[in-house]
Each structure stands twice: as structure tokens, then as C-alpha cells.
T-cell receptor
Framework: DAGVIQSPRHEVTEMGQEVTLRCKPISGHDYLFWYRQTMMRGLELLIYFNNNVPIDDSGMPEDRFSAKMPNASFSTLKIQPSEPRDSAVYFC?????????????FGPGTRLTVT | QKEVEQNSGPLSVPEGAIASLNCTYSDRVSQSFFWYRQYSGKSPELIMS????GDKEDGRFTAQLNKASQYVSLLIRDSQPSDSATYLC????????????FGTGTRLLVSP
């Protein structure tokens, strides 16, 4: 089974442009998470969904960020307008409720550079 | 105070030695604790989880939890150069079932 899929893997854009990051979770997983990782702040949870419904978006830095999950196999994180301080690696992760252990499976990440 | 604190390192150990990685957390209601390994340029991957006080062993890895002291550690025995990575401690809060809070990680360097 394929793992979490993210696209694009790298994105370079200019300040003020709209950026859309995409994620396909592992089939059968009912939780999806968006994280941002920087050297200064580490790995931060931005938002997570359960059964396509946003549960906690308290980590979304400001109104420029939005996330959607229109169905169980697809989610987007949008930044509009983008700023240089948004430069980071953005990870998507998925998990499921049940089983003996709890694990979040991470995608390969999208490295975003805003110039 | 950060919710999950780790020494950023780098922690340098020679091949074959025991590497000891430490983590403290501030939320007393935390119930579950995890260690993720992240190689440079890669995504985090789970290597250990621990839910109750004491030790949990898995191969060369041992996780230790002390809820009274709000302390969790990871021991790596017989360290190998391939263990060189950043190790992230993560804590699951009691009131939010699936949400993890991560520390900033400790970089481990194992020299041949």
C-alpha cells in the first residue's frame, strides 16, 4: 500500500502568490494532519481532520492559511497571499483510530520557499 | 515554558556506545509518549511508543517513562552510524485524542 502522498515536493514562489499544497492520506485512515517544520520552531501542528471534518485549527497561523478535505482521499493546504516567513517544510500525516498502537504516518513533505 | 522540551544537541557518541536522549513535558494529563526518528531531508518515522511508567524495550531501543517527574527518555544501545538522525519526542494530550505535541528534537551523531 502506498504511503501518504504529497505534491508538489518542492515549491518556489514569489511573495504575494497563492500556494496550494496537496495530500493523499493512506487509504482507510480517518485522521489527517497538516504540520509545518522550521529550524526555529520545530514541527508544529497546523490543523487536523477527522472523517473529513476539521477538528482543531488552532495552529493555523493566520487567515492567510486555509485547509480543506473534500473527501477521504484528498486534502489541500492553501496560503494566500504567501510571505517569506511561510518558507518551511510542510508535512501531511494520517492515522486511524483503533489497533494496539497509535501512529501517525508522515508523507515526504513539501519544501516551500517564498522569495 | 515549552510543552515538550528537548536538548537540541548535537549529542555525539562513538559507535557501539549507548546514546541517551531525554525529553520533559509540562502537561500532567499527558497519557501517551512517542519517539520519532527523522533523517536529514526526510519525514519523521515512529520508532517507539510508551504509555505507562517504566521501561519498554524493542531491539536496541529502550523507552523510559516517569510520569511523576514528567520525563521520558530513549536509550539506544550499540549505537551505529546509521542511527545518526534527529530524534523527536512527541506527547499526546489526554483531552485531545489524536493531537501530538512535538519537541524540537535532539540531533544524534554516531561516529565510526
Amino acid at each position: 500500500d502506498a504511503g501518504v502522498i504529497q505534491s508538489p515536493r518542492h515549491e518556489v514562489t514569489e511573495m504575494g502568490q497563492e500556494v496550494t499544497l496537496r495530500c493523499k492520506p493512506i487509504s482507510g485512515h480517518d485522521y489527517l494532519f497538516w504540520y509545518r517544520q522550521t529550524m526555529m520552531r520545530g514541527l508544529e501542528l497546523l490543523i487536523y481532520f477527522n472523517n473529513n471534518v476539521p477538528i482543531d485549527d488552532s495552529g493555523m497561523p493566520e487567515d492567510r492559511f486555509s485547509a480543506k478535505m473534500p473527501n477521504a482521499s484528498f486534502s489541500t493546504l492553501k496560503i494566500q497571499p504567501s510571505e517569506p516567513r511561510d518558507s518551511a517544510v510542510y508535512f501531511c500525516a494520517s492515522s486511524y483510530l483503533g489497533g494496539d498502537s497509535y501512529e501517525q504516518y508522515f508523507g515526504p513533505g513539501t519544501r516551500l520557499t517564498v522569495t | 515554558q515549552k510543552e515538550v522540551e528537548q536538548n537540541s544537541g548535537p549529542l555525539s557518541v562513538p559507535e557501539g556506545a549507548i546514546a541517551s536522549l531525554n525529553c520533559t513535558y509540562s502537561d500532567r494529563v499527558s497519557q501517551s509518549f512517542f519517539w520519532y526518528r527523522q533523517y536529514s531531508g526526510k519525514s519523521p518515522e515512529l520508532i517507539m511508543s510508551i504509555y505507562s511508567n517504566g521501561d519498554k524495550e524493542d531491539g536496541r531501543f529502550t523507552a523510559q517513562l516517569n510520569k511523576a517527574s514528567q520525563y521520558v527518555s530513549l536509550l539506544i544501545r550499540d549505537s551505529q552510524p546509521s542511527d545518526s538522525a534527529t530524534y523527536l519526542c512527541a506527547v499526546k494530550r489526554g483531552e485531545s485524542f489524536q493531537k501530538l505535541v512535538f519537541g524540537t528534537g535532539t540531533r544524534l551523531l554516531v561516529s565510526p
